[in-house]
Structures are given as structure tokens and as C-alpha cells.
């Protein structure tokens, strides 16, 4: 059975190229904001990753992943973090979230986010910022 890959980012592109990435090897699904997400997520869809952005409109990044952390259902879903900011608060979320695995910086390596998306869903990765 394929995992489940939640895509959150506001833009198409971005959404395009992670779901050309990841859509070979594992359910992808596609949302273009937190509130879209957390809508699907509400009706008891469970991924087995989430990546998501952090400057979003309506839900940004950062409520959907209070969210998670306040939710018993979806705390430890493991999360990659796509941020254009490279602000102390951005680099320091694996600190404040346990379930946040991985921060990349945008624009990322897709090769890079693809292995550190597969290291992931196979339980082979400790959490790290990567640029």
C-alpha cells in the first residue's frame, strides 16, 4: 500500500513539483492553504507525512502545526517544513515541534527533499535543519 503524502503550500507551482516528485511512489494529496488541509484532516484522512509551507493565507504553517501539536490525533505525524524565511523562529521549529523531522529552506533541492521525505516514512531520520 502507497504512504500518504500531505502537500500544503499556496503556491501551484511548488504543489506541481512535489506532486510530479512524490506521486510515482505514494498517495499524494495537494492543498493550497492550512485551512484546506486541516478541512481534509477533519474528516479523519490520516497522512503518513505532511510537508508543508509556512507563509500561507487563511491557516498559515505555523497554526496548522499548533494544530497538530494540540491535536491527540495528528501529534505525531512527522512534518518537512518548506520555509522562504530564514528567521531564528523558522530554523528553530524542530525545538519547539516534536513531530516537525526536517526544515528546508525555499528555494530546496527536490533530490534532497525527496531523501529526506523517504528517510522519513521509513523511520531512518532524526530531525535536522537542512538549507
Given at each position: 500500500?502507497?504512504?500518504?503524502?500531505?502537500?500544503?503550500?499556496?503556491?501551484?507551482?511548488?504543489?506541481?513539483?512535489?506532486?510530479?516528485?512524490?506521486?510515482?511512489?505514494?498517495?499524494?494529496?495537494?492543498?493550497?492553504?492550512?485551512?484546506?488541509?486541516?478541512?481534509?484532516?477533519?474528516?479523519?484522512?490520516?497522512?503518513?507525512?505532511?510537508?508543508?509551507?509556512?507563509?500561507?493565507?487563511?491557516?498559515?504553517?505555523?497554526?496548522?502545526?499548533?494544530?497538530?501539536?494540540?491535536?491527540?490525533?495528528?501529534?505525531?505525524?512527522?512534518?518537512?517544513?518548506?520555509?522562504?524565511?530564514?528567521?531564528?523562529?523558522?530554523?528553530?521549529?524542530t525545538a519547539r515541534?516534536?513531530?516537525?523531522?526536517?526544515?528546508?529552506?525555499?528555494?530546496?533541492?527536490?533530490?534532497?527533499?525527496?531523501?529526506?521525505?523517504?528517510?522519513?516514512?521509513?523511520?531512518?531520520?532524526?530531525?535536522?535543519?537542512?538549507?
Open positions: 500500500m502507497k504512504k500518504k503524502i500531505l502537500i500544503i503550500d499556496d503556491s501551484s507551482p511548488i504543489r506541481f513539483l512535489l506532486e510530479a516528485l512524490f506521486s510515482k511512489q505514494h498517495a499524494v494529496i495537494a492543498a493550497q492553504d492550512g485551512l484546506v488541509a486541516m478541512s481534509w484532516l477533519s474528516n479523519g484522512n490520516k497522512p503518513d507525512l505532511i510537508i508543508t509551507d509556512l507563509q500561507m493565507p487563511n491557516i498559515n504553517g505555523w497554526e496548522l502545526l499548533d494544530f497538530l501539536a494540540d491535536s491527540y490525533l495528528y501529534k505525531d505525524l512527522p512534518v518537512i517544513v518548506l520555509s522562504g524565511s530564514t528567521d531564528t523562529a523558522s530554523t528553530n521549529l515541534y516534536s513531530n516537525v523531522q526536517a526544515v528546508m529552506s525555499k528555494p530546496f533541492d527536490p533530490q534532497k527533499l525527496q531523501e529526506q521525505a523517504e528517510a522519513i516514512l521509513l523511520g531512518q531520520l532524526t530531525p535536522v535543519h537542512v538549507s
